[in-house]
Every structure is written in structure tokens, then in C-alpha cells.
């Protein structure tokens, strides 16, 4: 007969592991973060912080080689001088980040597409994460399209096994189906979730016990700018995401009557989470501005018709294109626009969207007042009651004013040191999706002033804004 001296002890121990396991669940629950990611251990992302760190230790000491002469000399005494390139802080945090992976090269990205955040020698060497990522094997592209479509595999007759392109989060191979069409197969990156929950995870961990003894992280929010990268991660996992927004385009354009810009039809039956064929597009990006101009087609008419486009999409249904870099936006061969990889979307709801237009409309009157109460209205200051609107507007203006410039093109950090003083004179923050915006109007600007000349400046081409308010008046009655 079981003793009352031997059950409490038990029934104690019981307690005990019940509440480590409770507390091991905890500490999952709490790595993961709910943000949509793989559950990944404790243990796991403990791994990962060894291996981060190894990485970055042993590219550390390589600097530290490089500074003293002993990796020339390294380089010189086994024949291979002509190799030789100085490993810059830049260089090697770029090829460190190439080492550590997908989530480190999609931050890496982030770097490079963010010059009015970091250093110009950051951002110009981290612009190589934008094309130059390794891709992985032909074997795994094979074994991922078994998995996700199964007998409907059979229907891609023609793969090659070179990628078109490699990125961070999948690679695109060129194909032809069946029934003779042309495809491109956009395939996910191998165990990409489990690593991205283990980095994401890892990162988080960091910015919140540098919060704790940092005033200028915790200003910076560097876990909520966590946070927002993790749910992009998660909505860019997902590949009937950007399916469902390359579908939803296609219909703005249709309902708005714009026959000549498209993106890519998407094939549902040969797409899956971690796979998308879609139609193959070919024509000249944006950028190649000779290339353009030689064709038979009018390169601003048709840019114009591209910029108009965007537009009607966040008009009518409050979403935009939040990656319009010149890989994305193409001229067809068949006179068409076309846009591609929807992977990065903003979205506003119905109130949001009102205040973005009223946002950019006021840059197309130069209405500075309409611009500050529209970001007032998004929530950009603390205290929208007690705020100088006049006075706000005319630090705007200033602030601005290289976006209006009418004469040369401009970069986001022409604009950072006058929105500093705004951001700390009114306490006013930009939310994600508005800075997202006018990164788009940088570059549509940038594509406008090639093609245009300096008299097509993207928010004051008298015809485009023609064309936008007719669009809304459309939208109103659609």
C-alpha cells in the first residue's frame, strides 16, 4: 500500500515536470511569436545564435587579417595575387550575411534598398544581395515540385535546369507546359520556414535586450520593425498570396478598362504554398532606357499608362505594388506593361486609402496643408489635437521639397536630414505601408525622369494627374 510519505514526493515531482513541460511550451510559444512561422525549439534557435555568431566572429577576425597585411600576404605567397580585393566592413558583413542565408539576405536586401537609413558604402556593396544570391539545386527544385503538385507535375514537359533568377526566398526557372504554353516556375527555397522562425526568433531575442539598455533602440522600436519584417517573411512564404494578388490586379484592370498593362495569369492547377507557374512576360525593364527608346512603342505614353495603373489598383481596392524596382516593371515585347512579383504588397483599409490619395494628390497640387492633414489623419503624430497644421505643413514643404525638384532626379536620403528635424519637432512617425508608398513614387519618378525628361516629374505631370482623378471618379461609381 502506497505511504503518504511516498505520494506527496511523487505526486511533487509530477507537479514539477508538468510545470517545466508548461514552461518549455512557453518558451516555444514565446520563439515562434505567433507570427505565422514553423514552431521552432528553444534549442533551435540557441543553435542558430552559435552559428550566427560563429559566422560573424570568423568574418571578423578576416578583417581584422586583412587590416594587419597578413591576408595579402596570405594571397600573395600561394600565387594568387590577381585575387586579392581588400575585405572592406561592407564586404565582409555582405558575405557573412550570404552565409548565414535566405533571412539574412532578405535583411541584407533591405540594407540595399534603404538608402535613406544606412551608410552609402552599405548599401551600394549590400545591392549585390539583389542578384547575386547562390542558388540551390536542381535536385531540390525537382523533389519540391513532386511534393507540392504531384500527378500535375507531369504537365511541365520542358524545365531547365539553370535558374532565370536566384533570391532570397525562391528561384524561377524558365518551363513549357503541355500544351505548348510558356511558363515560369518560382520555387521555394528548401526548409526556408524553419530557418526564417529560428533567425526571426533570434533577432527578436536581440532587439529586446538591447531595448532594455538602449533609449535610441527602444526609439527606433527595433522589435516592432522586427515584428513587421517577420509578418512580410510569412506573407511571402505563402505563395497563393501573391497568387491571389496577381489574380486580384488583373481584375482592377479589367473593371477599370486597362487593356494594356497586366501581370503574369497564374496557373492554379500547377501552383501550390511553396510553388507558382505563371505566364512568362519578355520586353525591356524600365531602366533600359535605350533599349526603350529604340523600340516601336512611345516609352513615356506607356510608362504613363504603367504609373496610372498602379495607381488604380490602391483607388479601387487599397492595395499597390510595394516593389517596383526596374526588375519588376517591363515594357513587353507586345506593347503591354507588365508587372511582376507581388511578393511585397501594401494595404490600406477604406479610411487609410482615402488619406494615402489625399496624401499624394496634395504633392500633385503641391498643396502642403492637404499633405499634412493627410498624414495626420494616418496617425503620424502623437497628438493630432494639439498640433500647428500650418506649421507642420511648412516643415513638410521644406522636408519635400527633392521630391519635387523639377529639374534633376532625387534619392530618399535627399530627404532625410529635413524629415529628421520634422519627425522630432512634431513627434511624428511614417507607418510601413506610407513609407512603402513614397519608395514607389521615388522609383516610378526615377523611370518617369528617364523617359520623360525632367518635366515628367511623377507627382506633377499635369496629364498623369489628369488621369488619376478621372480614375477616382471612376472608382466612385464602379
Given at each position: 500500500?502506497?505511504?503518504?510519505?511516498?505520494?506527496?514526493?511523487?505526486?511533487?515531482?509530477?507537479?514539477?515536470g508538468e510545470?517545466?513541460?508548461?514552461?518549455?511550451?512557453?518558451?516555444?510559444?514565446?520563439?515562434?511569436?505567433?507570427?505565422?512561422?514553423?514552431?521552432?525549439s528553444?534549442r533551435?534557435v540557441?543553435?542558430?545564435?552559435?552559428?550566427v555568431?560563429?559566422v560573424?566572429?570568423?568574418?571578423?577576425?578576416?578583417?581584422?587579417?586583412?587590416?594587419?597585411?597578413?591576408?595579402?600576404?596570405?594571397?600573395?605567397?600561394?600565387?594568387?595575387?590577381?585575387?586579392?580585393?581588400?575585405?572592406?566592413?561592407?564586404?565582409?558583413?555582405r558575405?557573412?550575411?550570404?552565409?548565414?542565408?535566405?533571412?539574412?539576405?532578405?535583411?541584407?536586401?533591405?540594407?540595399?534598398?534603404?538608402?535613406?537609413?544606412?551608410?552609402?558604402?552599405?548599401?551600394?556593396?549590400?545591392?549585390?544581395?539583389?542578384?547575386?544570391?547562390?542558388?540551390?539545386?536542381?535536385?531540390?527544385?525537382?523533389?519540391?515540385?513532386?511534393?507540392?503538385l504531384?500527378?500535375?507535375?507531369?504537365?511541365?514537359?520542358?524545365?531547365?535546369?539553370?535558374?532565370?533568377?536566384?533570391?532570397?526566398?525562391?528561384?524561377?526557372?524558365?518551363?513549357?507546359?503541355?500544351?505548348?504554353?510558356?511558363?515560369?516556375?518560382?520555387?521555394?527555397?528548401?526548409?526556408?520556414?524553419?530557418?526564417?522562425?529560428?533567425?526571426v526568433?533570434?533577432?527578436?531575442?536581440?532587439?529586446r535586450?538591447?531595448?532594455?539598455?538602449?533609449?535610441?533602440?527602444?526609439?527606433?522600436?527595433?522589435?516592432?520593425?522586427?515584428?513587421?519584417?517577420?509578418?512580410?517573411?510569412?506573407?511571402e512564404?505563402?505563395?497563393?498570396?501573391?497568387?491571389?494578388r496577381?489574380?486580384?490586379?488583373n481584375?482592377?484592370?479589367?473593371?477599370?478598362g486597362?487593356?494594356?498593362?497586366?501581370?503574369?495569369?497564374?496557373?492554379?492547377?500547377?501552383?501550390?504554398?511553396?510553388?507558382?507557374?505563371?505566364?512568362?512576360?519578355?520586353?525591356?525593364?524600365?531602366?533600359?532606357?535605350?533599349?526603350?527608346?529604340?523600340?516601336p512603342?512611345?516609352?513615356?505614353?506607356r510608362?504613363?499608362?504603367?504609373?496610372r495603373?498602379?495607381?488604380?489598383?490602391?483607388?479601387?481596392?487599397?492595395?499597390?505594388?510595394?516593389?517596383?524596382?526596374?526588375?519588376?516593371?517591363?515594357?513587353?515585347?507586345?506593347?503591354?506593361?507588365?508587372?511582376?512579383?507581388?511578393?511585397?504588397?501594401?494595404?490600406?483599409?477604406?479610411?487609410?486609402?482615402?488619406?494615402?490619395?489625399?496624401?499624394?494628390?496634395?504633392?500633385?497640387?503641391?498643396?502642403?496643408?492637404?499633405?499634412?492633414?493627410?498624414?495626420?489623419?494616418?496617425?503620424?503624430?502623437?497628438?493630432?489635437?494639439r498640433?500647428?497644421?500650418?506649421?507642420?505643413?511648412?516643415?513638410?514643404e521644406?522636408?519635400?521639397?527633392?521630391?519635387?525638384?523639377?529639374?534633376?532626379?532625387?534619392?530618399?536620403?535627399?530627404?532625410?536630414?529635413?524629415?529628421m528635424?520634422?519627425?522630432?519637432?512634431?513627434?511624428?512617425?511614417?507607418?510601413?505601408?506610407?513609407?512603402?508608398?513614397?519608395?514607389?513614387?521615388?522609383?516610378l519618378?526615377?523611370?518617369?525622369?528617364?523617359?520623360?525628361?525632367?518635366?515628367?516629374?511623377?507627382?506633377?505631370?499635369?496629364?498623369?494627374?489628369?488621369l488619376?482623378?478621372?480614375?477616382?471618379?471612376?472608382?466612385m461609381?464602379?
Amino acid at each position: 500500500m502506497t505511504t503518504l510519505v511516498e505520494t506527496l514526493p511523487a505526486r511533487a515531482r509530477a507537479r514539477e515536470g508538468e510545470e517545466e513541460t508548461a514552461r518549455e511550451e512557453e518558451t516555444e510559444a514565446a520563439v515562434t511569436h505567433a507570427r505565422g512561422l514553423p514552431r521552432v525549439s528553444a534549442r533551435r534557435v540557441a543553435w542558430r545564435a552559435v552559428v550566427v555568431t560563429t559566422v560573424l566572429f570568423w568574418f571578423g577576425m578576416l578583417r581584422v587579417a586583412d587590416w594587419t597585411g597578413l591576408r595579402w600576404l596570405s594571397f600573395a605567397l600561394t600565387g594568387r595575387r590577381a585575387e586579392y580585393e581588400r575585405l572592406t566592413a561592407p564586404i565582409a558583413l555582405r558575405r557573412a550575411f550570404e552565409v548565414l542565408g535566405p533571412t539574412y539576405v532578405k535583411l541584407g536586401q533591405l540594407v540595399a534598398s534603404g538608402e535613406a537609413l544606412f551608410p552609402d558604402r552599405y548599401s551600394e556593396e549590400f545591392r549585390r544581395l539583389l542578384d547575386r544570391v547562390p542558388p540551390f539545386s536542381f535536385a531540390a527544385v525537382e523533389r519540391t515540385l513532386d511534393e507540392e503538385l504531384g500527378a500535375a507535375r507531369a504537365r511541365i514537359r520542358e524545365l531547365t535546369p539553370t535558374p532565370m533568377a536566384a533570391a532570397s526566398i525562391a528561384q524561377v526557372h524558365a518551363a513549357v507546359l503541355d500544351d505548348g504554353s510558356e511558363v515560369v516556375v518560382k520555387i521555394q527555397r528548401p526548409g526556408i520556414g524553419e530557418l526564417a522562425a529560428a533567425d526571426v526568433a533570434l533577432l527578436r531575442f536581440i532587439a529586446r535586450s538591447l531595448a532594455k539598455v538602449s533609449r535610441h533602440v527602444r526609439r527606433a522600436n527595433a522589435v516592432a520593425i522586427i515584428d513587421d519584417f517577420a509578418g512580410n517573411l510569412v506573407e511571402e512564404l505563402d505563395f497563393g498570396n501573391e497568387a491571389a494578388r496577381m489574380r486580384e490586379f488583373n481584375d482592377v484592370m479589367r473593371r477599370m478598362g486597362t487593356k494594356d498593362v497586366a501581370a503574369p495569369i497564374v496557373h492554379d492547377d500547377l501552383s501550390g504554398p511553396r510553388v507558382l507557374t505563371m505566364e512568362r512576360f519578355s520586353g525591356w525593364r524600365l531602366d533600359d532606357t535605350d533599349g526603350i527608346l529604340a523600340s516601336p512603342y512611345d516609352g513615356k505614353e506607356r510608362l504613363r499608362h504603367g504609373i496610372r495603373a498602379w495607381f488604380q489598383t490602391l483607388i479601387l481596392r487599397g492595395f499597390f505594388h510595394g516593389d517596383v524596382h526596374a526588375g519588376n516593371f517591363l515594357l513587353l515585347h507586345d506593347g503591354r506593361i507588365g508587372y511582376l512579383d507581388f511578393g511585397i504588397v501594401g494595404v490600406f483599409d477604406d479610411g487609410q486609402k482615402k488619406n494615402v490619395l489625399e496624401y499624394v494628390l496634395g504633392f500633385q497640387q503641391r498643396d502642403f496643408t492637404r499633405v499634412a492633414t493627410a498624414m495626420i489623419a494616418m496617425g503620424t503624430v502623437d497628438d493630432a489635437g494639439r498640433i500647428d497644421v500650418a506649421g507642420f505643413a511648412a516643415d513638410l514643404e521644406v522636408a519635400y521639397a527633392p521630391l519635387l525638384d523639377p529639374t534633376e532626379g532625387f534619392k530618399m536620403r535627399d530627404m532625410l536630414p529635413d524629415l529628421m528635424r520634422v519627425a522630432q519637432k512634431h513627434s511624428m512617425r511614417m507607418p510601413r505601408d506610407l513609407v512603402l508608398v513614397t519608395k514607389q513614387l521615388v522609383y516610378l519618378d526615377r523611370y518617369s525622369r528617364a523617359l520623360g525628361g525632367h518635366e515628367m516629374n511623377v507627382l506633377t505631370d499635369q496629364a498623369l494627374s489628369n488621369l488619376i482623378m478621372q480614375d477616382m471618379l471612376a472608382a466612385m461609381f464602379a
